[in-house]
């Protein structure tokens, strides 16, 4: 089910989004979802980067470029971690 949404604009703006939509090939029902797809992305990067400005995260999505590629993981004793919880999950 599609769900619509009703604006109100000038003639002048109406205007800019026609000549804007015209000039990429688009109707303007194509040019107005492409603008609000777009919206919705710089919203979720504002978003993110309000989290990492606030300290909350450090990195999002975590990208190749802040993964330490010469990590060694510290050996321990006894069975390995995924194995004691797979036995702590099964039915006794």
């Given at each position: 089910?599609?769900?619509?949404?009703?604006?109100?604009?000038?003639?002048?703006?109406?205007?800019?989004?026609?000549?804007?939509?015209?000039?990429?090939?688009w109707?303007?029902?194509?040019?107005?979802?492409?603008?609000?797809?777009?919206?919705?992305?710089?919203?979720?990067?504002?978003?993110?980067?309000?989290?990492?400005?606030?300290?909350?995260?450090?990195?999002?999505?975590?990208?190749?470029?802040?993964?330490?590629?010469?990590?060694?993981?510290?050996?321990?004793?006894?069975?390995?971690?995924?194995?004691?919880?797979?036995?702590e999950?099964?039915?006794?």
């Open positions: 089910m599609a769900t619509g949404y009703s604006i109100s604009v000038s003639p002048e703006i109406y205007s800019v989004l026609e000549t804007q939509a015209r000039a990429r090939g109707s303007i029902q194509q040019f107005v979802e492409f603008l609000s797809r777009e919206y919705e992305k710089l919203r979720e990067r504002a978003f993110i980067e309000g989290l990492r400005a606030d300290g909350l995260i450090a990195s999002f999505p975590i990208d190749a470029r802040t993964v330490l590629h010469d990590f060694t993981p510290v050996p321990v004793k006894g069975e390995p971690v995924s194995q004691t919880i797979i036995e999950r099964e039915p006794r």
